[in-house]
């Protein structure tokens, strides 16, 4: 079964920083470009982030930029996001996604989610 | 990075057709087919309904279509059900090669 799970979320104080995870199974990991993204308490979707397979290629949402490092390690099939310098805006629950294989910025598997929450 | 536009909430009673715009710039969804169109139920993660405009992928009923004019996509769905009542949401692939959502829409079956 193709399965992408998150974990890492919890609370954290404005500025601080936390790291999340996500582990993949089920399907080949290092074949596929991964993506974050978060929706904030009754919000919409936001895109966060996204790297390629081989990590050459990376980008981040502008809300993002200069604060969150994404990552991956496809030896472990695990995606990561380092949130550094968190706000209160960066509070939301936080999805990997799975970018399919041949249609351009098309997210197929999504994880169930971890929530993280900036309040001091 | 702005958000492509969808209105907030739309509503329709079973068996009928309901349509929901997006409307983005043509650095986004005028400039691409790389509209996809997400379903997501309260408390649940979103789930792929559209990909390429008007692509359904397996599993998806044929209910669902998808269409694009200018900057503007839409879905379409036909023969309304119950279970179809969820929130929607637009993504477009950008010039920037980055990737936008749309506001969402709530759909209301009556």
């Known amino acids: 079964e193709v399965q992408l799970v998150e974990s890492g979320g919890g609370l954290v104080k404005p500025g601080g920083s936390l790291r999340l995870s996500c582990a993949a199974s089920?399907?080949?990991?290092?074949?596929?470009?991964m993506n974050w993204v978060r929706q904030a308490p009754g919000k919409g979707l936001e895109w966060v982030s996204s790297?390629?397979?081989?990590?050459?290629?990376?980008y981040y949402a502008d809300s993002v930029k200069g604060r969150f490092t994404i990552s991956r390690d496809n030896a472990k099939n695990s995606l990561y996001l380092q949130m550094n310098s968190l706000r209160a805006e960066d509070t939301a629950v936080y999805y990997c996604?799975?970018?399919?294989?041949?249609?351009?910025?098309?997210?197929?598997?999504w994880g169930q989610g971890t929530t993280v929450t900036v309040s001091s | 990075q702005s958000a492509l536009t969808q209105p907030a909430s739309v509503s329709g009673s079973p068996g009928q057709s309901i349509t929901i715009s997006c409307t983005g710039t043509s650095s986004d969804v005028g400039g691409y087919n790389y509209v996809s169109w997400y379903q997501q139920h309260p408390g649940k993660a979103p789930k792929l309904m559209i990909y390429?405009?008007?692509n359904r992928p397996s599993g998806v009923p044929d209910r669902f279509s998808g269409s694009k004019s200018g900057n503007t996509a839409s879905l379409t769905i036909s023969g309304l059900q119950a279970e179809d009542e969820a929130d929607y949401y637009c993504?477009?692939?950008?010039?920037?090669?980055?990737?936008?959502f749309g506001g969402g829409t709530k759909l209301t079956v009556l």
């Open positions: 790297i390629s397979s081989s990590s050459s290629y990376i």
């Open positions: 089920g399907f080949t990991f290092s074949s596929y470009s």
């Open positions: 390429e405009v008007s």
């Open positions: 996604a799975r970018e399919d294989l041949l249609a351009v910025a098309v997210m197929d598997v």
């Open positions: 993504s477009s692939y950008t010039s920037s090669s980055t990737v936008v």
